[in-house]
T-cell receptor
Framework: EAGVTQSPTHLIKTRGQQATLRCSPI?????VYWYQQALGLGLQFLLW???????NRGNFPPRFSGRQFPNYSSELNVNALELEDSALYLC?????????????FGEGSRLTVL | GEDVEQSLFLSVREGDSSVINCTYT??????LYWYKQEPGAGLQLLTY?????DMKQDQRLTVLLNKKDKHLSLRIADTQTGDSAIYFC???????????FGAGTTVTVRA
């Protein structure tokens, strides 16, 4: 069974540009989470989608946005890129409403902003 | 994250036990987790404990929870070189399915 897949693996952009990152959850999982892993800051929660709806949002500016498609895959968009957006962006999926909350992570997309 | 704190580094000799500590702030945490991140990989769930438990053991891993002090620890017995990784503590709360993670503890196993 395929795990969570993310693309691209690496992405290099310049300040002010836009970045789009993609995530395919494990088959049967309807929840998708996005986290930012910046150097020395651990994982910061960005967004949670479930059944196509945004359910929760972390403390990030509106230029971080995303969506979830009918097939439960998801896209994260970062507009007006800033240098501090350089980070590893991790996507995770889970079954909806699993109280133990186990998340299955992809390997991440590394975004570098020059 | 601010709600979950961990020490950043731990160096341990191969064969010794490793103890990684974590503190959290929210008494309404329902589950507490330990995830492992190997170089170039995503996070992998190692184990989790429900907040009404004190201890959970799974092969070489022992999780201890002190709910009064909001302190969680992960003990790895007989640490091996393959245990070198970043270990993240995380917590979730009822009705809030996102996980809040600590900054991660980098464990280095030396021969």
């Amino acid at each position: 069974e395929a795990g969570v897949t993310q693309s691209p693996t690496h992405l290099i952009k310049t300040r002010g540009q836009q970045a789009t990152l993609r995530c395919s959850p494990i088959s049967g999982h309807t929840s998708v989470y996005w986290y930012q892993q910046a150097l020395g800051l651990g994982l910061q929660f960005l967004l949670w989608y479930d059944e196509g709806e945004e359910r929760n949002r972390g403390n990030f500016p509106p230029r971080f946005s995303g969506r979830q498609f009918p097939n439960y895959s998801s896209e994260l968009n970062v507009n007006a890129l800033e240098l501090e957006d350089s980070a590893l962006y991790l996507c995770a999926s889970s079954l909806t409403g699993v109280s133990s909350g186990e998340l299955f992570f992809g390997e991440g997309s590394r975004l570098t902003v020059l | 994250g601010e709600d979950v704190e961990q020490s950043l580094f731990l160096s341990v000799r191969e064969g010794d036990s490793s103890v990684i500590n974590c503190t959290y702030t929210d008494s309404s945490s329902t589950y507490l987790y330990w995830y492992k991140q190997e170089p170039g990989a995503g996070l992998q769930l190692l184990t989790y404990i429900f907040s009404n438990m004190d201890m959970k053991q799974d092969q070489r891993l022992t999780v201890l929870l002190n709910k009064k002090d909001k302190h969680l620890s992960l003990r790895i017995a007989d640490t091996q070189t393959g245990d070198s990784a970043i270990y993240f503590c995380a917590e979730s709360r009822s009705n809030d399915y996102k996980l809040s993670f600590g900054a991660g503890t980098t464990v280095t196993v030396r021969a």
